[in-house]
């Protein structure tokens, strides 16, 4: 027991490349777990439209699937919870913790929440011209397309618990679990069993930034392929600065701070527009 007890507290628990590479060539880490959480958060997003839509449509609604996906700041909480169930059960084989993912916190005198709110104001035009580049690239046109698809959708009154939640709750589980998934978790991962696979880090940055992109097409999701790319376009510029910042760092706090204030205007817009 005491030697089992002194190999754990011997292992490296950062996310640096060269504890990563150690665990990786230990079989502690493999490419199952960075790939399944990569790929499965958007198979759980879809998972909870289709759970919201059958309860709408055991309550009458006549186009449940549409309706489903304005909810998507209250089911998206159920993405969550299985992204964190996954995140403790591999990280545990990696004799880690989730707080190890979060990396170095400089919380002293608001460091990490000012870095964070800078990170912000750098990162969020981006995201801005990607909405611009996406309109262009798609329908021809800077100007925001309301409806992509071309489809008139009657929008009911979101309830006001709905709201509530979605501007004070959803995002405080969301945007943490998001970048402990993608950053934390897959990318510096993938990165590293890459590295191993032929010096190719590359593949997984690639990876993590496709997915990572494409899960917004999910949010909701419509099945018309002008809005799946019209989404990712539209993220896909923002996303990559942002793993390159974060590889540089390996710090979430920041990462997570710089991104509250976008999920909430997200929210805002969602539930009261």
């Not at 997984?204 to 990572?212: P, S």
């Amino acid at each position: 027991m005491a030697s089992v007890h002194q190999a754990t507290l011997a292992v490296d628990r950062s996310n640096s490349s060269t504890a990563l590479a150690a665990r990786a060539a230990s079989g502690r880490i493999g490419w199952t777990g960075p790939l399944l959480l990569t790929v499965g958060r958007s198979v759980l997003i879809l998972a909870g439209q289709g759970l919201a839509c059958l309860i709408l449509a055991v309550h009458g609604d006549r186009t449940p699937w549409s309706s489903a996906g304005r909810w998507w700041t209250v089911y998206g909480n159920f993405a969550d919870l299985g992204c964190l169930a996954l995140l403790w059960a591999f990280t545990r084989k990696e004799s880690i913790s989730l707080r190890d993912l979060l990396g170095p916190t400089r919380w002293r005198g608001g460091r990490d929440v000012w870095v964070g709110l800078g990170l912000c104001l750098l990162i969020f035009p981006l995201f801005v011209v990607g909405g611009m580049l996406s309109n262009l690239i798609v329908f021809g046109t800077f100007v925001p397309t309301p409806h992509p698809t071309g489809a008139v959708v009657v929008r009911a009154a979101f309830p006001l618990w709905g709201t509530l939640y979605s501007l004070f709750l959803w995002w405080i589980v969301w945007t943490p679990t998001e970048q402990l998934t993608y950053q934390g978790y897959a990318l510096p991962r993938l990165r590293a069993l890459g590295q191993a696979w032929g010096g190719r880090a590359w593949i997984g940055y690639a990876i993590v930034w496709f997915w990572w992109s494409l899960q917004h097409s999910f949010l909701p999701f419509d099945p018309h392929w002008r809005t799946v790319l019209w989404r990712f376009i539209m993220v896909a510029p923002g996303l990559a600065v942002m793993m390159a910042i974060y590889l540089r760092t390996r710090q979430l706090g920041p990462m997570i701070i710089a991104q509250w204030p976008m999920d909430i205007v997200a929210a805002a817009m969602s539930t009261l527009l």
